[in-house]
């Protein structure tokens, strides 16, 4: 069975640093999102994505995240300075269409990343 | 805005148990409400779903009921295994402009010993 994978499985780096986390979503899907989850809370949206560009943001997609599909398989979220707060577990998730219904997300394992 | 609040885990069961792990949220509009399971070192996966009042999703087992009157979607199991030991998300869809993106509750973990 298909499914969304996301490497690496952990990642620490230290406040300050870029990080770049890789996710390969399912192959025909045309739908791709970022969520992330501090530790004891709710799982957030961050940002979606589809036909290049993104389709809706939150609050939390500050100018400091990017995301990118820089090839036909991998899609990407970048933190350019890491902070403290950003210690969290970041979802990549794909669906095949968006529009018209609430169609399933299928979601990857999650990166643990740790700011220190 | 949209919200959904679970009940803290852990829940620790014993093998055979009744399982109900309370779900309720506040939304604007008619939205539709998921239960997702997250096995340890996967993704979270959709165990099942309801998208009008009374309906019941149910799956493996699992079942849980669309309550608008009292704005839950509590998940039941009569008999838990130690296979279902995981975290469970309770979600929402309330779409609103043509944004399908889903509301989570924090989680509630169950650990079932055999």
């Known amino acids: 069975e298909p499914e969304v994978t996301q490497t690496p499985s952990h990642q620490v780096t230290q406040m300050g640093q870029e990080v770049i986390l890789r996710c390969v979503p399912i192959?025909?899907?045309?739908?791709f999102y970022w969520y992330r989850q501090i530790l004891g809370q709710k799982v957030e949206f961050l940002v979606s994505f589809y036909n290049n560009e993104i389709s809706e943001k939150s609050e939390i997609f500050d100018d400091q995240f990017s995301v990118e599909r820089p090839d036909g398989s991998n899609f990407t979220l970048k933190i350019r300075s890491t902070k403290l707060e950003d210690s969290a577990m970041y979802f990549c998730?794909?669906?095949?269409?968006?529009?018209?219904?609430?169609?399933?997300?299928?979601f990857g394992p999650g990166t643990r990343l740790t700011v220190t | 805005g949209n919200s959904v609040t679970q009940m803290e885990g852990p829940v620790t069961l014993s093998e055979e148990a009744f399982l109900t792990i309370n779900c309720t949220y506040t939304a604007t509009g008619y939205p539709s409400l998921f239960w997702y399971v997250q096995y340890p070192g996967e993704g979270l996966q959709l165990l099942l779903k309801?998208?009008?009042?009374?309906d019941k999703g149910s799956n493996k087992g699992f079942e849980a009921t669309y309550r608008k009157e009292t704005t839950s979607f509590h998940l039941e199991k009569g008999s838990v295994q130690v296979s279902d030991s995981a975290v469970y998300f309770c979600a929402l869809i309330a779409a609103s402009g043509g944004s399908y993106i889903p509301t989570f509750g924090r989680g509630t973990s169950l650990i079932v010993h055999p």
């Open positions: 192959s025909n899907h045309l739908y």
């Open positions: 309801a998208t009008k009042a009374d």
């Open positions: 998730a794909s669906s095949e269409r968006s529009a018209g219904g609430p169609y399933e997300q299928y």
